[in-house]
């Protein structure tokens, strides 16, 4: 009997010690799957190019590989509640947007999520200008040139964007606002096909993001008047800022990645450290400075530090350009 119990024991003691190893690589391993990372507009738009050339490279430093997954419509609401609502295990990581987290709390009278309470930022990505851009048919070819033509037919004009409530939305209605002028606003589901259409000759003004119409600028297709940001861009220094001739005008878009809230820590760590590394690639950096973008290093604390302040910020200026969204 005193065999048959020790030998037990020791079977069992056997079976826990190779285990335990195990058990251990498992804990360890993330990510040993792929991992889906959500961006919540159309392909070929500024926000999934920089999410593409990022998510690359933090496949290559994973050793698995990030899949993307475009979740359009309701203006980033879509796809960015399904990021809140997918589960905190580190598979399932998406898009972090000055759009989506700090204009939208102003811009819908009902969110489906709370861009402070649902997430767990990792770490921030890319920031860029706007860009002012026009159809060359339009007879323009300065910021002063413009206002002229719009104070002059009212309602004339029109001004695609992205969708309502997006920063290429915003960044129009707050331009309207400090020059007293009036363009109708032609929403898209994303950026792609209003600016399609603004290269046909459909829509005449966009204030783009600049990773997405500075190419078309230099093949000649679309002309551009001004950058959003408080000065000249690094890759369009020849292109004025729009403060230049519009005082207190700033629109600046910036983008991270995070995940659902409850991600573990040690997961939001080691996706945080990895996308900073990305960061750091000369490849990257050169892909980035090609389509006028900078590359944005913030930690998680950081990163959900700068979506509660400017929340604050972009409030009153939602609410003085009278844009709403229902939904």
Known sequence: MQFTINRRALLAGAAATLAAPGLARAQDAYPNKQIKFIVPYTPAGATDNISRIVMAKV????????????????????????????PPDGYTIGLITVSMFCMAPALYTKLPYDPVKDFSPMAGMSVWPNMLVVHPS???K???????????????????????????HLAGEMFK???????????YKGSAGALQDLLAGNTHIMFDNMPSCWPHVQAGKLRALGVTSRERNKAAPDVPAIIEFVPNYVVEVW??????AGVPQPIVDRLAAVGTKALEDP?????????????WPMAPKGLQDRIVSEIA????????????VDG
């Open 142 to 168: 300065t910021v002063p040139e413009l206002i002229a033509l719009l104070k002059a037919n009212p309602g004339k004009y029109n001004m695609a964007s992205s969708g309502s409530g997006t920063t290429i």
């Open 177 to 187: 606002q400090l020059t007293a002028t009036d363009m109708v606003h032609v929403p």
């Open 59 to 86: 496949s290559e430093l994973l050793g698995q590989q990030v899949l993307i997954d475009n979740r359009a419509g309701g203006g980033g609401t879509i796809g960015t509640d399904a990021l809140a609502k997918a």
């Open 283 to 295: 490849e990257v950096k050169a892909k980035f400075a090609a389509l006028g973008s900078d590359t």
């Open 313 to 324: 910020v972009w409030a009153p200026i939602v609410k003085a350009s009278g844009a709403k």
């Open 255 to 260: 983008m991270g990645f995070g995940g659902p």
């Open 138 to 140: 339009l007879p323009v």
